[in-house]
């Protein structure tokens, strides 16, 4: 008795909610709207930024498969070389690894080129070379 005497006054509080919900209908009338101000202004011009260049060379063997890729994109740089697992693991095997991840270049030395000569190069080696030895 005491378990439907509690159900009692929730399910009258839900029916007489439903029933108010239903009998309000919104306003027949338009909304009140406020009219803005015109502002003149000069026209707003769209330009998209051009993003880096990026450039691809693809390194293949014989049989047409990709054996490295150098992109080039930016100021940066990095290889990407396929996954070969030893033996005879598959990939995703326990002994076939993960992927292989991009190897970045980081600092590039042209040591075979002979660097040029200036102006200010020349009449400086000219006056640091010491003066002939008396005899």
Not at 58 to 63: A, F, I, L
Not at 115 to 134: L, V
């Amino acid at each position: 008795m005491l378990r439907t005497s509690t159900l009692w006054p929730a399910l009258l509080l839900t029916l007489s909610a439903h029933s108010a919900f239903a009998q309000s209908t919104p306003s027949q009338a338009p909304p009140k709207l406020e009219k803005l101000e015109e502002v003149t202004e000069d026209p707003i011009t769209v330009t998209s930024k051009q993003g880096p260049e990026t450039k691809i060379t693809e390194r293949r063997d014989n049989t047409g498969k990709v054996v490295e890729a150098t992109v080039k994109s930016g100021p940066s740089t990095y290889t990407v070389r396929p996954n070969h697992p030893a033996g005879t693991a598959l990939p995703g095997d326990a002994m076939g690894g993960a992927n292989r991840g991009p190897q970045w270049t980081v600092m590039e030395f042209d040591l075979g080129k002979k660097k040029k000569k200036t102006a200010e190069d020349e009449g400086a080696a000219e006056t640091t070379t010491p003066p002939p030895a008396a005899k």
